[in-house]
C-alpha cells in the first residue's frame, strides 16, 4: 500500500492524540531526563513546548495546512540534512514535519542541549506510522546531501555557509522578537507580555527582548507586571545571568530599571541579554513601521495587544507559532517541494 499524504496527516494527528495520553510516570521521567541533559529545560518549559507542538497537530489544521501546497510525493526522495537548534525544547520538530510530509528523507543532527525530546518524540511517531523509519535517519556528520536546513547562531550560520553553501539550503541565523505598545494596555495585557519575554527563561527566537513604548510610564507599568513572574528567579541559572547583568550596569554606571526580576535598559538594540529586556521610544506609526521594516530581517515576531499592529500577534502567543509561522519567515515546506 502506498505511503500517502493523507497517511502521513493522520500519522502526525495520531501523534498530538498520543501526547494527549502519555502516563503522568512517563512524562515525569521524560522531564527529568531532558532537566538532566540541559538544566535550562525545567519540567515546565518542556511540558510547555509539547503542549505547543500539540497545537498543530490536529487533522483539521495539518490538512488545511498542505493544501496550501501542490504536494507530489517524489519518487527519488531527497536526503534533507537537518541541523537542528537546541534553544527550547522540541524547536526542531517543525523542520522534521515539514521534511516527512514533504516525501523526503530527514537526516537529523541534533544540538546537544536537545538530544532527549527530539528523539523521544521521533520513538513516539515511529509506533504510530513505521513507516516513516525509511525517512528518518542519525547522523553526526551531514556529508553529500542533497539540501540542508541548518539552524544557529550568526556565528554558526557561517560555518554553515562555508559548508552548505553550494547546495540548496535554509541557513537561519540569530533573531528575536519585538513588543508595540500603544498606551491601552491593561495590567492583565502586561502579565502576558511578560509570559512573552520570559518562556523558556528568553533563550527563544520568539521571545519579546525588545519593546517599542510611547512614554516613560509604560515602561515603569510593564516593570510593575512583570514581578509576578518572580518564580523565574528560583531557576539558579536565570538568577546568575540576572545578577551578572545587574552587576555589568551598576560598575559601568549604566542607566537601568530592576524590579528584582527583570532589568530594563534604554537601548537601540534588538538583541538583549537573558534577565534584560531593551526598550526605545517612537513617535509615530510611520516612522516606527519604517524601523520594523529596516531591520525584518533581525526580527522573528511581533506582538501588540490584540494584534493591532499588522503582522502583529497578540500578548501571550509569541510562543504559539501555526504550521504556516516560519522561522526566519521562510516557507520550510515551500522550499522542500521545490526540490523534486
Not at 530592576?258 to 534604554?266: A, K, S, Y
Not at 519604517?290 to 526580527?299: G, T
Request: a neutral charge; proline letters at 4%; aromatic letters at 10%.
Amino acid at each position: 500500500m502506498s505511503f500517502t499524504l493523507e497517511h502521513r496527516i493522520q500519522a502526525f494527528a495520531t501523534l498530538g492524540n498520543l501526547l494527549d495520553n502519555i502516563p503522568s510516570e512517563e512524562l515525569d521521567s521524560l522531564f527529568s531526563q531532558v532537566t538532566g541533559n540541559n538544566p535550562w529545560f525545567t519540567p515546565h518549559q518542556t511540558k510547555l513546548a509539547l503542549n505547543g507542538i500539540r497545537l498543530f497537530l490536529h487533522s483539521e489544521k495539518l490538512t488545511e495546512w498542505a493544501a496550501t501546497y501542490p504536494i507530489m510525493l517524489p519518487k527519488h526522495p531527497k536526503s534533507i540534512g537537518l541541523v537542528m537548534a537546541g534553544n527550547i525544547p522540541g524547536v526542531g520538530f517543525h523542520d522534521l514535519l515539514c521534511v516527512l510530509v514533504s516525501g523526503h528523507v530527514a537526516h537529523i543532527k541534533c544540538s546537544s542541549t536537545d538530544s532527549v525530546l527530539i528523539p523521544w518524540l521521533i520513538a513516539k511517531l515511529l509506533t504510530v506510522e513505521p513507516r516513516f523509519s525509511n525517512q528518518i535517519q542519525w547522523a553526526e556528520r551531514l556529508k553529500g546531501m542533497d539540501a540542508y536546513i541548518a539552524t544557529g547562531s550568526n556565528n554558526s550560520a557561517r560555518y554553515f555557509q562555508y559548508y552548505f553553501g553550494q547546495y540548496p539550503h535554509i541557513i537561519r541565523k540569530n533573531r528575536s522578537s519585538v513588543a508595540v505598545l500603544n498606551g491601552k494596555e491593561s495590567a492583565e495585557d502586561f502579565k502576558k507580555l511578560t509570559n512573552d519575554v520570559l518562556q523558556y527563561f528568553g533563550l527563544g527566537c520568539r521571545n519579546v527582548s525588545k519593546i517599542f513604548v510611547r512614554d516613560y510610564q509604560q515602561v515603569l507599568d510593564f516593570l510593575n507586571a512583570s514581578e509576578s513572574m518572580k518564580q523565574v528567579m528560583d531557576h539558579h541559572k536565570y538568577a546568575n545571568n540576572y545578577d551578572y547583568n545587574k552587576s555589568i550596569y551598576l560598575v559601568n554606571k549604566e542607566p537601568h530599571l530592576d524590579n528584582g526580576v527583570l532589568l530594563m535598559r534604554e537601548s537601540d538594540d534588538w538583541v538583549s541579554p537573558i534577565s534584560v529586556v531593551n526598550y526605545s521610544y517612537y513617535d509615530d506609526l510611520v516612522s516606527l513601521k519604517q524601523v520594523l521594516k529596516s531591520a525584518a530581517d533581525r526580527i522573528q515576531c511581533v506582538v501588540s495587544k490584540n494584534g493591532w499592529l499588522q503582522g502583529s500577534v497578540d500578548f501571550g502567543m509569541a510562543q504559539c507559532p501555526g504550521l504556516s509561522d516560519y522561522a526566519d519567515n521562510v516557507d520550510t515546506l515551500k522550499f522542500l517541494l521545490s526540490l523534486n
